[in-house]
Every structure is written in structure tokens, then in C-alpha cells.
């Protein structure tokens, strides 16, 4: 008996070892964005996005409590410069982005784990595209903001 505690004491150290030691606690204290579109937005090229957020993807375990709130924000940015926010209008965020070629972030503030994400990956404008529709929206995977 104690040779088998013995292992699985073992086992277990090494599993942290092995997998890191990290927390899928995603409850922040950030207060909520005050996220602003750019005056600068005079472009005339413009791009639409149709984005579902979904936290489960990056964090199955933590994120089982997960919520989408009225209240949560999407931002898309050029750098630091915000080039539209929204808030979800039936599950779904519906961007309007103005602008001219360049790698788009999308960042999120979840109202629920009073917590900033960003996407992991940033997409490319292009002038009069559409990324995602309603009926397949664009789910990118986020990740808590440092």
C-alpha cells in the first residue's frame, strides 16, 4: 500500500512538472474598457465581422461557468488604435471596420470574469470582406490579456 501512494505521489509531481503549474482561474478585478473608436476613422475601405466568443476553447475547465453578458465588449484595433467596439446583440458581435490594409486584434472584456482577452491571432484587413456570417460566425481563440 504505501509503494502505491509512494507512485502516485510521484506520478503526480511529475505530471505538474512535466505540464507546468498554471492557473485557469480567469477571475481579473479590471474594470470595464472605456473603449473608444478613433475620430481618425475617415477611411473609405471598410470590412464587416461576425464574431461568436468563446472562452471554452482555451479554457475547458475553467470556463464551464463561462457567460456571455449584454454588458461584455469586443474591440477590433490597429495597433492602439480602436477602430471599433461593440457588445453582443443576440450571442453574436457584429464589427463594422474601417480602414486600410493591415493585421487587425481583436480584444474582449468579459463582464462576468471582470477580465481582459485577446485574440491569439490577429487577421488581415482587406477592403470590402467579410469575415464570418451569422449563420457561421468567426470564433478566434482568446487568451487573458497580460
Avoid at 505538474?16 to 472605456?34: A, H, I
Avoid at 493585421?103 to 490577429?122: G, I, M, P, Q
Wanted: aromatic fraction near 14%; include cysteine; charged fraction near 25%.
Amino acid at each position: 500500500m504505501k509503494k502505491y501512494l509512494f507512485f502516485l505521489l510521484v506520478c503526480m509531481v511529475c505530471g505538474l512538472f512535466f505540464t507546468g503549474c498554471q492557473s485557469t482561474n480567469l477571475k481579473g478585478n479590471v474594470e470595464k474598457p472605456t473603449w473608444t473608436e478613433s475620430d481618425e476613422n475617415d477611411y473609405t475601405s471598410s470590412m464587416t465581422a461576425v464574431v461568436r466568443v468563446d472562452l471554452k476553447a482555451a479554457y475547458k475547465e475553467a470556463a464551464d461557468d463561462w457567460q456571455l453578458n449584454e454588458a461584455d465588449l469586443l474591440a477590433a484595433f490597429a495597433g492602439e488604435r480602436c477602430l471599433d467596439v461593440e457588445s453582443p446583440d443576440d450571442g453574436l458581435f457584429y464589427l463594422y471596420i474601417p480602414g486600410m490594409e493591415g493585421d487587425v486584434t481583436l480584444r474582449y472584456y468579459s463582464t462576468h470574469y471582470k477580465n481582459l482577452f485577446v485574440a491569439a491571432d490577429a487577421f488581415t484587413f482587406k477592403n470590402d470582406d467579410r469575415l464570418g456570417t451569422v449563420a457561421e460566425p468567426f470564433i478566434p481563440i482568446f487568451a487573458v490579456e497580460k
